[in-house]
């Protein structure tokens, strides 16, 4: 607990430091969600339908950019092989970095949806819907993407790799928090879906750690 | 053997997925039996230039 | 015990035992890709709702079927060489990655020349074609990282992990269909239940399935033993294998 407390608050010091960088993804965020009405139509009726799946996918695809910060500076000065040879679990290690990772990146993403939500005319019903899936799944692709990231350190074009190999992981997530979002926008029962995504929650945080702390062990081959 | 080719109507279908398939499954054949001669081909080549 | 089955995973004794099994799976599969290929086209009824069109169901399920079995290979290798290294595992990743997606873009292919005639549209986003895509870049991803590594063993076991955290989609595949009333038919062939296909078109069904399997395999070694021979080129029983065969 007390090393998991340790590399969460030095990553999340070294995040403060760096806050000019994690304000990137929330610009994009920011600037992608609002070409929709740009490029496509202004129409309340039709942007409302599509609000759903396009906030989810522009997060999606923020949280996706900045997935690399999450091991990638570490692992290039150093840092993150002498973190490893730290006595003590790799595991709960790697679980307080991927933490201090959706704290810094994945969670200002779940509080400026709303803001999102009203800019595509998202129905008022619906938003709770949104911050609840947002707020479950965020976690799991800070968690899946960390696999992806572990897995492609030591190689030149890794950041691409990273993102391809990650995004199929994405679907179902995707899908399911946007069926919830759907639901909800026509007074639907949801409670389904929340307990299908934090079942899925639930099992990565238990299980991916480990993927993680072996894929950087073959990283650092 | 018309009634045979036409196949009520959905040749195209039913026989572009079992050409496909065929194609498919004899393609991979020849490309791994290439495959293995060109590596027998090259460990040749490699063991003479010892 | 683990001494007795690494004899057979030592790649000089793998190459010779899988001639065999390559030779003879090659066999069984002609000889079950011909009957099974006579009663789908020749002998099995039209349906009485789709017609002639059935006869698609005689290539795609059983290439459906060979799609998740390959990854549920590719996995156990996967496991057998994060777990004790062996080499003829960790090739047999890769081999099973690349002949895995050809199924898959076979069974969504040859699914998508079905579906245009049944249904009216080549393509719908219904759970089992979705999570049937979302395999096929699983293996694109398996693929792509085995090959990304300069050292192909570090390549293999990196895949190997991706292929183990990838191994959720399989029940979800195997399962949509159940779990989700849309458009795509539900289970016809369960191990618990009593089909609930007639036999005239479960018999050809069956035989197209097991020659599929009879060829996975025969294709498997093959690449593998090509495979194998040009890593462990440098050994002396290779060297010695060449001088036979020159």
Aim: proline residues 4%; contains cysteine.
């Amino acid at each position: 607990m007390r090393l998991f407390l340790f590399i969460f608050k030095r990553d999340i010091l070294l995040a403060i430091r760096r806050r000019r960088e994690l304000a990137n993804p929330l610009v994009f965020f920011i600037m992608v969600v609002s070409m929709f009405p740009l490029g496509v139509t202004p129409d309340h009726a039709f942007l409302a339908e599509l609000s759903a799946g396009v906030i989810w996918v522009t997060a999606l695809l923020a949280a996706l950019m900045s997935m690399d910060n999450m091991f990638r500076s570490d692992y290039d000065d150093g840092s993150l092989e002498q973190l490893l040879l730290m006595p003590g679990s790799k595991v709960v290690l790697i679980s307080a970095k991927i933490a201090a990772h959706w704290v810094s990146i994945g969670l200002p993403l779940v509080i400026i949806a709303p803001l999102m939500s009203f800019l595509l005319f998202l129905p008022a019903q619906a938003l709770p819907s949104l911050i609840i899936t947002l707020l479950i799944s965020t976690p799991i692709l800070s968690l899946l993407g960390a696999v992806g990231v572990a897995l492609t350190l030591s190689l030149r074009g890794g950041g691409v790799l990273s993102s391809l190999l990650t995004l199929p992981f994405y679907v179902p997530v995707l899908i399911f928090s946007t069926m919830a979002i759907n639901a909800a926008a026509v007074n639907q029962p949801v409670s389904g879906y929340y307990a299908l995504l934090a079942a899925f929650l639930i099992i990565s945080i238990l299980l991916v750690p480990f993927a993680v702390v072996a894929a950087l062990r073959v990283s650092y081959n | 053997m018309n009634e045979f080719f036409h196949m009520g109507g959905y040749a195209f279908y039913v026989w572009a997925s079992y050409g496909l398939t065929a194609g498919v499954l004899l393609a991979n054949l020849i490309f791994a039996t290439m495959r293995r001669r060109r590596i027998l081909q090259l460990i040749q080549e490699l063991t003479e230039e010892d | 015990m683990f001494t007795f089955l690494h004899k057979y995973a030592s790649p000089q004794y793998f190459y010779s035992w899988s001639a065999n099994w390559q030779k003879w799976s090659s066999v069984i599969a002609v000889l079950l890709m011909s009957v099974g290929l006579y009663y789908s086209l020749l002998n099995s009824p039209a349906d009485y709702q789709q017609g002639e069109t059935v006869r698609i169901m005689y290539v795609h399920v059983p290439a459906a079927w060979l799609s998740m079995f390959t990854y549920m290979v590719m996995a156990a290798a996967a496991i057998v060489a994060l777990i004790w290294r062996i080499k003829v595992a960790e090739i047999m990743i890769g081999q099973c990655a690349f002949i895995g997606a050809s199924f898959t873009a076979l069974a969504l292919i040859t699914g998508m020349l079905w579906g245009k005639p049944m249904w009216g549209a080549y393509w719908v986003w219904d759970a089992r074609l979705t999570s049937e895509l979302v395999l096929l870049f699983l293996y694109f991803g398996v693929i792509a990282l085995s090959g990304a590594f300069e050292d192909e063993r570090t390549g293999a076991r990196a895949a190997a992990i991706l292929t183990l955290v990838g191994i959720v989609n399989i029940p979800i595949i195997h399962y949509s269909v159940e779990w989700w009333n849309t458009l795509h038919q539900g289970p016809t062939v369960s191990k618990f239940d009593s089909p609930s296909a007639h036999p005239s078109m479960l018999i050809p069904l069956l035989l197209m399935a097991l020659a599929y399997k009879a060829y996975f395999f025969a294709l498997l070694f093959k690449r593998a033993r090509a495979e194998l021979i040009f890593r462990e080129r440098n050994t002396s029983w290779v060297k010695a294998l060449l001088k036979e065969s020159v």
